[in-house]
Every structure is written in structure tokens, then in C-alpha cells.
């Protein structure tokens, strides 16, 4: 099945240095989201890319989905606390009739130390 | 705010107990999402709904776990009978239409004894 690989499983950084995770995939992505997960939280749906090359930015965060739409990155710049958490990445679901199913990369756990 | 409810948030149960977890989606959303969290496996899709039908239940171990959707305010997951490797937390998502994004329920910590 498709599967979305995402690096690194763990990043710590001192507050105010920048951080970026990566996820790739082996087949051409129609989309992929990113997700944050707060420490005892839930997801929470951040951004969705779906053309080629985009760039999108919420504040300190830019995401970027590659030119052959199989890769992707998220990138902190100047990290603060409140940045802690799990950052997910995640493409469409393997089959024809995916209907908003999603596979989930494993995820990479951001700390940040005051 | 709309946003998805879940219950219970919390449930502690001995081996071999019956666990149902519910959850009401958010209002108009016509799919739904049953996800399992652990620090081992991630999160893992688990089933999921469209317009009240299953569309895909292949992550779910079919002997013990079933989902089902009495109406559209109510998911249900089951688990007959639980066992401690069930012990994780489960998330419902719901959502709307293709590449639209999910919108997460705060979750089920489940603890199987």
C-alpha cells in the first residue's frame, strides 16, 4: 500500500533555532496535509498543498510540496515553546475510491528547550 | 465552533470486557474516521464511513473490533472482547468530500488491564 515516510522520528532544538521535517512518497501525491499534535492533544489540520512547487506560509511556518509532488516540507523558523508537538504529514489513501482517506507519516516530535 | 465529541475521554477496563466508544461528528460532514494511537504503530486508520456506509474497515482486527454508524450524529467502535494490546488511544476524525481535511475528535485513552 501507498506509504508516506516521514524524517526525522525526533528533532530537539533550542528556542529560536529554525527546524524542518520531510516527507516523502513513492508514488505522485495528488495533495498532502500537515497536521500538529499537541503533547496529550489531538491533530489538528494545519495546511493542505496541492499544486506542484507550492509554497504556502502561516506566520514562521512554510510549507513547501515538491515540483513532482512527492515530497514535502514543513520549516519552523525561530522556534518558540509553543512549538512542541508532533508534526504529521499526509497523503491521499491508496485506492480509487480514497473519499478523503488519508496515510499518515509517523510523525516527527519537535522539543524545545527554553 | 463546531468540533467533534468523543466518549468516553477516558476508560479503564479488565481483559476480556466489552469497550464501546462513541462519536458525534461535526454537522455535515458525511465522512467519517476511526484512527488508533500508539507511541509503536502511530497512527493507524482503522475505518471509516461515507454517507453512513463503511468504506474501508481493512485496518481493524474483524473478530473482536466492529464500527457502525446508527445515524449521522453517532459513530460507534466496539471492541468484544478487549485485550491489552488494545490499550491505546483511539481518535475519531470527520470530514467532508475529497482532499478536504479532517477535523479530530479530542480521543479515547483506552486502558485495557
Known amino acids: 500500500g501507498q506509504q508516506v515516510m516521514q524524517i526525522p522520528q525526533y528533532q530537539h532544538v533550542q528556542e529560536g533555532e529554525d527546524f524542518t521535517t520531510y516527507c516523502n512518497s513513492s508514488?505522485?501525491?495528488?495533495?498532502i496535509q500537515w497536521y500538529k499534535q499537541r503533547p496529550g492533544g489531538h491533530p489538528v489540520f494545519l495546511i493542505q498543498?496541492?499544486?506542484?512547487?507550492e509554497v504556502k506560509k502561516q506566520k514562521r511556518l512554510t510549507f513547501q510540496f515538491g515540483e513532482a509532488k512527492k515530497n514535502s516540507s514543513l520549516h519552523i523558523t525561530a522556534t518558540q515553546t509553543t512549538d512542541v508537538g508532533t508534526y504529521f504529514c499526509a497523503g491521499p489513501g491508496a485506492g480509487g475510491t480514497s473519499y478523503g482517506k488519508l496515510t499518515f507519516g509517523q510523525g516527527t516530535i519537535l522539543t524545545v528547550h527554553p | 465552533d463546531a468540533r467533534v465529541t468523543q466518549t468516553p475521554r477516558d476508560k479503564v477496563t479488565e481483559m476480556g470486557q466489552e469497550v464501546t466508544m462513541r462519536c458525534q461528528p461535526i454537522l455535515g460532514h458525511n465522512t467519517v474516521f476511526w484512527y488508533r494511537q500508539t507511541m509503536m504503530q502511530g497512527l493507524e486508520l482503522l475505518a471509516y464511513?461515507?454517507?453512513?456506509?463503511?468504506?474501508?474497515d481493512s485496518g481493524m482486527p474483524k473478530d473482536r473490533f466492529s464500527a457502525e454508524m446508527p445515524d449521522a450524529t453517532l459513530a460507534t467502535l466496539k471492541i468484544q472482547p478487549s485485550e491489552p494490546r488494545d490499550s491505546a488511544v483511539y481518535f475519531c476524525?470527520?470530514?467532508?468530500?475529497?482532499?478536504?481535511?479532517?477535523?479530530f475528535g479530542p480521543g479515547t485513552r483506552l486502558t485495557v488491564t
Open positions: 508514488t505522485t501525491l495528488s495533495n
Open positions: 498543498l496541492v499544486k506542484s512547487g
Open positions: 464511513f461515507r454517507n453512513r456506509a463503511p468504506l474501508d
Open positions: 476524525a470527520s470530514g467532508s468530500g475529497h482532499f478536504y481535511e479532517q477535523y
